[in-house]
């Protein structure tokens, strides 16, 4: 089946090292996003790369990057993740503006 | 800015009852509209969606919503509620204007009693 895998389902890391999440999809969608998940909140939208465009929320912290090097992965690199940092982080793909695919997500914890 | 409301933080019901989940957006011209389900620890799944047209659009796991423009209301109903219908549900608003970003509501969670 066509889909949206997010690895690893759950990672530990220590505060202030580098983490790197990953995103990888079948659906050949041409755009990609990154959401973050607190508990009991809705997600909210850190960036998005529609084809090769990166589009970047006002209010994400300068700590989130990401990368996209071709059609079928995503990655979101957190520099120096701090405890407020520790949430789900949701991958989603779309054709242009038809619905949003999501993956199953990454929960993030921090030491 | 879009932004949407879900008025019930949570609300429980008896398995076999019917459902209905409130919705409301503030956006000036007509938006897109979904509703998604996620389960704990889950990520999101579409359970329908609403771009233009008919006005009450059927999704999946028997659920509908109607799109009231009067009311800027997008609830989500269900005639009889499973206990498998236990989950917390999100109400989302997009605008091509704002490029391809979804606006989620808060969520409800719902319990299902047996």
């Known amino acids: 089946d066509a889909m949206v895998i997010q690895n690893p389902r759950y990672q530990v890391t220590q505060f202030g090292k580098p983490v790197t999440l990953s995103c990888s999809q079948t659906?050949?969608?041409?755009?990609m996003y990154w959401y973050q998940q607190k508990s009991s909140q809705a997600p909210k939208l850190l960036f998005h790369y529609y084809d090769k465009d990166f589009n970047n929320e006002a209010d994400t912290p300068d700590n989130f990057q990401s990368r996209r090097p071709n059609t079928s992965f995503c990655f979101l690199d957190i520099r120096s993740p701090g405890l407020g940092d520790a949430a789900m982080y949701l991958c989603a793909t779309s054709q242009g503006f038809q619905p949003q695919h999501f993956g199953d997500g990454t929960r993030l914890s921090i030491l | 800015a879009q932004s949407v409301t879900q008025p019930d933080i949570h609300i429980t019901v008896s398995e076999g009852a019917s459902l209905e989940l409130r919705c409301n957006y503030s956006?000036?011209?007509?938006?897109?509209l979904f509703w998604y389900v996620q389960s704990p620890g889950q990520g999101l799944q579409l359970l329908l969606k609403?771009?233009?047209?008919?006005?009450l659009v059927q999704g999946i796991k028997g659920f509908e919503a109607e799109f009231k423009r009067s009311q800027s209301s997008f609830n989500l109903r269900k005639p009889s509620v499973h206990w498998s219908d236990a989950a917390e549900y999100f109400c989302a608003v997009g605008a091509t204007e704002y490029g391809n970003k979804l606006v989620f509501g808060a969520g409800t969670i719902l319990r299902v009693k047996s």
């Open positions: 956006y000036g011209a007509t938006p897109y």
């Open positions: 659906l050949n969608h041409n755009v």
């Open positions: 609403y771009f233009s047209g008919d006005t």
